[in-house]
């Protein structure tokens, strides 16, 4: 072989010139075709991870939605027994207070009445000579007289049982107190 090239005719040179591009074009259409088939396999495999994570994503969705309804189950469970709870402390505290009402009442029944009471001595007459035969008349009157009861001169004497108001008044007190606390104790400050 000789180091010169051979000698070609130019329809021979155009013709491998046309081989040579075809040959090029064909290559760079087939590298082409081959970039574009590795694009698709990478979009489908960024598809299959999207996929993948959007099912995870709703996995994990799933279980804190699982884990929120159980806590909300347990808050729920907690707030019913701490109501039921309430509501016997509050039926408890109804019959001691019924309980304590039916003990006054009958304290009040069997006590004496004003007129059946023993007045009160004053003062004066235990410590001054007793009233005799030489006493007169009207110092022995005024001595064995009964003192005037104390409500009579219109007063702060007077027991709840003459004055309902009160009953009334004490009753929504306790009420509203016991509404107080058990807000506090539930917590809801609305």
């Known amino acids: 072989m000789s180091d010169q090239p051979e000698q070609r005719t130019p329809a021979e040179g155009a013709h491998a010139a046309a081989a040579a591009d075809e040959a090029t074009a064909k290559a760079t259409r087939v590298e082409g075709s081959a970039r574009v088939a590795e694009v698709h396999r990478e979009v489908a495999d960024t598809d299959v991870r999207r996929a993948e994570e959007e099912r995870e994503k709703a996995e994990q969705e799933q279980r804190q939605a699982e884990e929120q309804t159980e806590k909300l189950s347990r808050k729920e469970r907690k707030a019913r027994e701490k109501a039921e709870k309430a509501a016997a402390e509050a039926l408890d505290e109804r019959s001691k207070a019924q309980e304590a009402e039916r003990q006054a009442l009958t304290a009040q029944r069997a006590a004496p009445s004003e007129i059946e009471r023993p007045t009160q001595t004053p003062t004066a007459s235990v410590t001054a000579p007793g009233v005799g035969s030489t006493t007169a008349p009207r110092a022995h009157a005024a001595a064995a007289a009964p003192e005037p009861p104390a409500h ?33 104790i539930t917590g809801d400050d609305a």
């Not at 007077?158 to 509404?179: D, I, K, S, W």
């Open 152 to 184: 009579a001169h219109g007063g702060a004497a007077q027991t709840a049982a003459e004055r309902p108001e009160l009953l009334v008044g004490a009753a929504f007190a306790g009420a509203f107190l016991f509404a107080r606390i058990l807000r506090a």
